[in-house]
């Protein structure tokens, strides 16, 4: 079964409005990949968290790794408009070959 | 830098047909992945090359899929006899040279069996 769970599924917000999506694994992870796919289009690699606490920043994004490496998050400050798409957590699971486990993604949309 | 390329972006064919995909990593790249999502589940893994050898194909569905990747370059998977539930979008990713690294994705085929 699924091992990534990551949740809202769908989350509409009024531009300027903050936005957050949280990844939850059932197993330690070596890494967490987050990704973040327009409409039509490919995932899109933004940030790799590997140490436990990890907190990364770009511009109006923040990314956290929990401290057991069991969870992330992604935190979206005064969303805009170019901020619409899915954004994809993906897991590299401890013995897992390096294969990305992802979650079901969680889908932003932004009225202006 | 090219980014990784997929070949065809969309493909529609009937069931009991065969369609090949093609992927050409970042050059340099040994680390090639491939990915499938169907429609309304999550981007699931299907196996993993280190150069022109399958490190692990343990995502594959079954036996009507055969990826190959000979001399390290460009991957192809191979789908025979496509079956209607192997819809989807077929991604392809490749990262450097040591497992662990960062994955990037190619814009993916996208694959209707009807």
Known sequence: GQQVMQIPQYQHVQEGEDFTT???????????????????????????LVKSGEVKKQKRLTFQFGEAKKNSSLHITATQ?????????AGDLWGSNYKLTFGKGTLLTVNP | EAGVTQFPSHSVIEKGQTVTLRCDPISGHDNLYWYRRVMGKEIKFLLHFVKESKQDESGMPNNRFLAERTGGTYSTLKVQPAELEDSGVYFCASSQA?????????????????
Do not use: A, M
Not at chain 1, 81 to 89: I, P, R, W
């Open chain 2, 98 to 114: 040591y497992s662990g690294e960062t994955q990037y994705f190619g814009p993916g085929t996208r694959l209707l069996v009807l």
């Open chain 1, 81 to 89: 408009t170019t901020d619409v798409g899915t954004y994809f957590c």
């Open chain 1, 22 to 48: 949280y990844c939850n694994s059932s197993t330690t992870l070596s890494n967490i990949q987050w990704y973040k796919q327009r409409p039509g289009g490919h995932p899109v690699f933004l940030i790799q």
